[in-house]
């Protein structure tokens, strides 16, 4: 398992980075596929609801509807049923590719398996409710897929009668049984909807819209792709002959001719071992993952920070238990906590000053202590030489810090950036530990932990609190979001960094630390 999401991590490394070169970093379609799978559901909505008004739900005039909006309505309805056609093609592209980076990223273990074991039946009903709908056309692919598929389902014994029976002559199948199938074409996207709402339920403010550039990108090429390639029908259904040769959907259909020819027992004991194979992944083998956040009620003061910034809803506030003053506490749940640390960098108490109390914040990671990192930014930067000394702190994601590390380079690692409390880098720079700071992790909008390096820009934009306080120089910080491919790209930018701070005696340096007061040098708040 851990070879194979190595493997596509780097793939899909490597295609983010392809596309980044094409697309800004928000448009790039590999980042914001969860987003293009709602908003290609919702085209798929519209279009079909646009082409139900036209079409015959009897299984005598279901063809002949179709075929008259692909040709005498070829402007509107034609462009409706291939809009819905190409958009369902391409909810499988996206969401499989969504299932397999998901995967890659290692993002379905640990308390992230609900996401994942949500994703499982929600897959299976997208490809069900495109199965349906191949029905609908009444040509020659809909009889070989309602026959393939029938014959299926009826090795089961779930239905009394056959199912398959429907299709063994013309007179056989009534409109009643049609009905139904358009009835199921519905209400499956229905009930994969109410699933997908609950997909959704452990991560906090989801991407469900993709940016706007990419959607109007995205429809423009849909509607291209519907006038330059229409969606057509086969030749209508005859249940009196056996169809022959039909041209398959690639997308919705490829396992057809596996359940056509292997023996059912087979086709059904594969399906229900990988559908339980997926199921189990999140456990196979458990993610053996740090301890969830700790809050320390005696150092917060229920400011809500850590609440806003938890990617994972795994922060509720609630009322104050401790009898302060203050009105309200977050309390964490570990079936939800990821252990990323955003909400410690969040914390106004995670402050590095610190010297008379102890670090302890409200809100801390027990595995790794922003006391435990203020001991490490310590111990590196006392192994720091030269004239322009830098302290990267990087993320467990991003590339691999090991390789850039020298004398005059030293390296910290962090379960993801955004627990770094920007107070942190003020510290290196105002003590003298470091000339510069570098910060790196994923790639941009790319972020394990969803929302580390957004926040963490913010932070350091002064637009999110906590802020980079105004006393540090931005010129002494630089960003890398390179992701973990991006080694080559972090050592470029360090020694670009390293010429700046050498060759820039001008630049503004921080306050030297016998300039700050005493409250600045133990502050308790950012
Ligand atoms: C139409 C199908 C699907 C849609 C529209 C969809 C949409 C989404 C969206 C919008 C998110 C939140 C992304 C974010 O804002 O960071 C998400 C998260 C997730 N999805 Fe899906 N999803 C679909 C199918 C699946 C499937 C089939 C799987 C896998 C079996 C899956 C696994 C996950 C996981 C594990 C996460 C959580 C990622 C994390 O912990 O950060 N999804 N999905
Ligand atoms: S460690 Fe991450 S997931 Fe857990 S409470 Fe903090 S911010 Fe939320
Ligand atoms: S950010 Fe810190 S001080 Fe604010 S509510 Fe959370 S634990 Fe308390």
Known sequence: MMIARHVLRSGFDLIEALLGKLFP??????????????????????????????????????????????????????????????ASDALIVVMMLHFVREFARDRYRGVRWFSWVTGTPIMVLVFVAGISGYWLVWDRLAQYVAIVSTEWLDLLPIFGEPIARNFLSPDALESRFFTLMIFMHIAIPLIALAILWMHLQRVTKPKINPPRGLALSVFAALIGLSLVHPALSQAPADL?????????????????????????????????????????????PPLKRARPAAVDLANCNGCARCYNDCP???????????????????????????????????????????????????IDMPDHTMAQLRDQVEAVASGLTGPARIMVFGCDSGPALAKVRSSTVGTIPLTCIG????????????????????????????????????????????????????????????????????????????????????????????????????????????
């Open 25 to 86: 970093p928000s448009w790039n379609p590999m980042l914001n596929l969860g987003a293009l799978g709602f908003y290609f559901y919702w085209i798929i909505t519209v279009s079909g609801i646009y082409i139900y008004i036209f079409f015959d739900t009897g299984v005598h005039n279901a063809y002949s509807s179709i075929e008259y909006m692909t040709h005498d309505q070829w402007y509107l309805a034609g462009i409706m049923r291939s809009l819905h056609r190409y």
């Open 240 to 284: 009196a002959v056996v169809p022959g040769r039909v041209g398959l959907d690639w997308f919705y259909l490829p396992l057809f001719p596996l359940f056509e020819t292997l023996p059912g027992s087979l086709t059904w004991g594969m399906t229900a071992c990988l559908l339980l194979i997926m199921i189990a992944m999140p456990w196979l």
């Open 419 to 526: 627990q770094l409390p920007p107070a942190f880098i003020d510290y290196v720079i105002s003590r003298d530990l470091a000339d510069g700071v570098m910060l790196t992790g994923c790639r941009e909008n790319s972020c394990n932990a969803r929302f580390g390096i957004e926040w963490t820009n913010q932070r350091l934009a002064r637009s999110r609190d906590p802020h980079l306080r105004n006393r540090v120089s931005r010129e002494r910080v630089r960003t890398a979001w390179v992701g973990p491919s991006g080694t080559s790209a972090l050592q470029v930018a360090l020694s670009a960094f390293a010429d700046e701070l050498q060759n820039a005696p001008a630049m503004a340096s921080s306050v030297p630390l016998a300039e700050l007061s005493p409250a600045s040098r133990e502050p308790v708040d950012a």
């Open 312 to 362: 994972y809803n795994a922060i509720a506030m609630v009322a104050r238990s401790d009898g302060t003053a203050f009105e309200r506490e977050p309390i964490v749940n570990p079936a939800y906590c990821v252990s990323c640390g955003l909400c410690a960098g969040s914390c106004p108490t995670s402050m590095p000053f610190r010297r008379l109390s102890d670090l302890s914040p409200g």
